[in-house]
């Protein structure tokens, strides 16, 4: 028959339990963290602009790319340029 542990053997079981959920949801929110931060790097790998996905700076990344992207394909239109497999 299983043995139910009750009183201090309990909570001593349910605190154990506790902590290392703790530990898991710290561990996995730090890794959510670094999965957020983009980093900008030239070719030797040296780091030119860090930032947090969604915050100012990310955004600006988001306008100017939107805004090369749309030139550069304006310009392909007007060259007579129809098809994304022409390229």
Sequence with gaps: MEKIKVGIDAFN???K???AHVKE???LQKELD???NLKLVNQDGELLLECKIGDKHHQA???VGLNT???KFV???EKGWTSLEEE
Aim: proline content about 0%; hydrophobic content about 45%.
């Design 25 to 27: 949801v710290e561990r």
């Design 34 to 36: 670094e999965l957020k």
């Design 75 to 77: 310009n392909l239109k």
């Design 69 to 71: 992207i749309l030139e």
């Design 13 to 15: 079981d349910l605190a």
């Design 61 to 63: 990344l988001l306008e």
């Design 17 to 19: 339990s506790h902590d």
